[in-house]
C-alpha cells in the first residue's frame, strides 16, 4: 500500500475538518472530502492488500460529511443546502456499509445506524428514521455503550413525537430528565434538546 495514499487521505481529512470548524466553509469542506473519497475508492480497487486500511480512512471521510451536513447539530455558521443533506444521507449509508464490511465492531457500527437514523430523521422519515435508531440501540447495547443506549432511545422517541405522537412529549421530557441527572449522558441529553429545537418541537418538552 502507498503511504502517499494514507498520508494524503489523512490530509484531506485533517483539511476538511479545518474548512468546516475553524473556517466555517461547508462547500469547500465537502468538496475536499468526495474528491478523497472518491480517490480513495479507487486506489483500494487498484491495492486490494492494502484496501481495508485505505477504506477506513475513505469511511472516516464518509461520517465527516454525514455528520457535517446534518441540521440537527444546529452548528453555528452551518446551514447546509437541500443537496447537501442528499449527499449526507448518501455517505451516512455509505459510512454504515463500511462499518459492516470492514468489521468495525459493535460502537462505530451502532453509530453508523444512528447516522442514518439523523439524516432520515431531518428528511422526515420518521418511521425508518426509528427502525435505524433501534438498530443503534441494539449495538450500543453489545458494546456496553450504556450512555449511547440512552442516545438512541431518546433519539426513537423524538423521532416518535416528530411523526405525531404527542402524547410522548412527555416520555421524552422524562427521558432527558434521567440522562440531565448523569453525567455520562448529561451532553446527549443537550443534543437531543438541540435537535427538537431545530425541528420544531422544543415547547412539547417541559423543562
Known sequence: ????????????????????????????????????????????????????????????????????????????????TPNDLILGTEMARKNLRYAIQLNKGDLPTSRAYWMVGAHLLSAGRYAEAVAEFEEAETYAQIARAIAEVSLSRGFVTLAQVLSGDSNLAQVLTEQLSVMDADA????????????????????????
Not at 471521510?61 to 455528520?67: E, K, N
Open 184 to 207: 455520562t449522558t448529561a451532553s446527549f441529553a443537550e443534543q437531543i434538546r438541540t435537535a427538537a429545537r431545530v425541528f420544531g418541537i422544543s415547547g412539547l418538552l417541559e423543562s
Open 1 to 80: 500500500m502507498s503511504d502517499e495514499t494514507t498520508s494524503g487521505l489523512t490530509a484531506c481529512s485533517e483539511r476538511m475538518r479545518q474548512l468546516y470548524w475553524q473556517e466555517k466553509d461547508l462547500p469547500e469542506a465537502l468538496k475536499v472530502a468526495v474528491e478523497g473519497i472518491r480517490g480513495g475508492e479507487s486506489d483500494a480497487l487498484d491495492d486490494p492488500a492494502g484496501s481495508s486500511e485505505i477504506l477506513s480512512l475513505v469511511k472516516r471521510l464518509c461520517y465527516d460529511v454525514a455528520s457535517f451536513t446534518w441540521p440537527g447539530w444546529d452548528e453555528p455558521g452551518i446551514v447546509p
